[in-house]
């Protein structure tokens, strides 16, 4: 779903994100966020994940607020834990049905805002195709209300990122001294980003970005990593290996991107290919996944996967997230 209106590309001020103490208002991108912050966060969601495989620690911390999922674009993931992550922090969630939304009646997404946020919701978590949205949204919101990106575009999506670092930190204890490598469509992979982002910030031994020529990431797009188009280099030594999917939905032209079978051949992340990465390698994928396109079916379902384990922390971290933002709401 695209949206019909546009938006400024508003900079991402770390003063949009924190409040004049430094405390996170609204959580838009991992850019610019301290590593201090980083880790309490990290800390946070931790404290949520009771034992592995078992449902999140409840607790009531949002009762009294309401939280608001405004998804724009299709999700399976992030909009079911951030349901789950508010409910079981005792929070009243409206899930709005944007396609039964008066946004189809030409309201324009401003008009929107301004409706739930005089309806008294506090927490917005705002999904939508176009970039810049969650700015230009939190540019305009009162002071009550916080906003959370739940995925913009091609450029952020922060809580993934933090799911993701919150995963590798179990698995390896640490960021310093591993590599990891992000295999697929980079140019169009806003999970990609946020997670080279903290990754980076986070003191990572070595990031590698691993894509087709035509579906790599431009030059000056996360200068700190270093961008290969042959699999096999990528994956060599590699401590953690994330496959991701070809966007589609983001290419206006598909002349010039492999085909499946083609794909498959030439950076599926398969066991066998796999023997050149750290014998104690983990692998990663944001969902949805496309099996035996970028990722074997059998290694998905491997000990070596550990994307069931990322959906699991996904709530934890939504938790730990909308838990920070009330606090900071509180101390207003
Ligand atoms: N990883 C992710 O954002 O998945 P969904 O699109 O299902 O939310």
Redesign the pocket.
């Known amino acids: 779903m695209q949206s019909p209106e546009t938006f400024p590309a508003l900079a991402y001020e770390t003063s949009l994100q924190l409040n004049a103490d430094g405390e996170l208002r609204h959580l838009l991108t991992l850019k610019g966020l301290s590593r201090d912050l980083l880790t309490a966060l990290l800390d946070e969601a931790q404290h949520f994940v009771s034992q592995p495989g078992s449902a999140t620690i409840r607790s009531r911390s949002l009762a009294g607020r309401t939280v608001a999922n405004l998804f724009f674009e299709?999700?399976?993931?992030?909009?079911a834990s951030f349901d789950l992550a508010g409910k079981r922090l005792g929070a009243d969630v409206l899930n709005l049905d944007v396609n039964t939304s008066s946004r189809k009646k030409g309201e324009s997404i401003l008009d929107m805002i301004y409706t739930l946020q005089a309806m008294h919701v506090d927490i917005m978590v705002i999904r939508d195709a176009s970039a810049g949205v969650p700015a230009y949204i939190a540019h305009h919101v009162e002071d009550h209300v916080s906003i959370l990106n739940a995925?913009e575009s091609d450029v952020s999506?922060p809580t993934?990122g933090l799911l993701d670092l919150l995963t590798i930190r179990q698995r390896l204890g640490k960021f310093e001294n591993l590599i990891v490598t992000i295999v697929g469509d980079i140019a169009h992979s806003r999970?990609a980003r946020s997670a080279a982002e903290g990754l980076h910030t986070l003191g990572v031994g070595e990031l590698r970005l691993v894509s087709p020529p035509s579906l790599a990431a431009a030059p000056d797009d996360m200068p700190y990593a270093r961008s290969l188009d042959n699999l096999d280099d990528g994956l060599r030594d590699a401590n953690v290996v994330m496959a991701l999917r070809i966007q589609r939905e983001r290419i206006a032209d598909l002349d010039g991107i492999p085909d499946s079978d083609q794909y498959f051949e030439q950076y599926g992340v398969s066991k066998k290919r796999l023997q050149v990465a750290a014998p104690d390698v983990i692998v990663m994928h944001?969902?949805?996944m496309n099996r035996g396109i970028e990722i074997e079916s059998t290694l998905a379902d491997s000990p070596a996967s550990v994307i069931t384990q990322q959906v699991s922390n996904g709530v934890a971290v939504r938790m730990a997230v909308l838990e920070w933002v009330s606090r900071t709401m509180a101390s207003r």
């Open positions: 299709p999700s399976t993931r992030t909009r995925g999506h993934q999970v944001p969902g949805p």
